[in-house]
């Protein structure tokens, strides 16, 4: 049997390697063993789950790290008004963990990701 993380590794697997060269998701399939019509079931029901989330910038900290953060990463322009922003995230395992947090500044967020992290 198939896990979710299983299936994953596999979608990921097929995304840097056949994809690019123009093979298509059965014929990979086959290729692995993996049978199509579990792989589609998986697909079909985590594919809206995935939100393709993209970062623009860097956050700075402290005086010091500024020039490095100037030189390394583009400007980020702020809007308006130019409240802090706060970070929501929402992050639901296969194994029926759920995290919700709310208000996050991003250091919160940074703190959050190491824990996580320890438990990989």
Same mark, same amino acid.
């Given at each position: 049997?198939?896990?979710? =993380?299983?299936? !994953?590794?596999?979608?990921? +697997?097929? +995304?840097? =390697?056949?994809?690019?060269?123009? =093979? @298509?998701? +059965? ?14 079931? &998986?697909? /079909?029901?985590?594919? /809206? ?6 970062? !623009? ?7 010091? =790290?500024?020039? /490095?953060?100037?030189? +390394?990463?583009q400007r980020v322009s702020r809007s308006s008004s130019d409240t802090p922003v706060r970070? &929501?995230?929402?992050?639901?395992? @296969?194994n029926g963990l759920h995290l919700s947090q709310k208000n996050l500044s991003y250091p ?8 996580? !992290?320890?438990?990989?």
């Amino acid at each position: 049997m198939y896990s979710s =993380e299983d299936l !994953e590794r596999f979608y990921f +697997q097929y +995304q840097s =390697e056949a994809l690019p060269h123009g =093979e @298509s998701l +059965q014929s990979f399939c086959v290729k692995h063993k993996v049978p199509y019509n579990i792989f589609q079931k &998986w697909f /079909k029901d985590t594919r /809206k789950k995935v939100v393709e989330v993209e970062v !623009e910038g860097i956050p700075v900290t402290d005086s010091a =790290e500024v020039s /490095k953060t100037i030189s +390394q990463a583009q400007r980020v322009s702020r809007s308006s008004s130019d409240t802090p922003v706060r970070i &929501w995230i929402d992050i639901r395992i @296969s194994n029926g963990l759920h995290l919700s947090q709310k208000n996050l500044s991003y250091p919160d967020l940074v703190r959050i990701v190491k824990k996580l !992290e320890g438990l990989c």
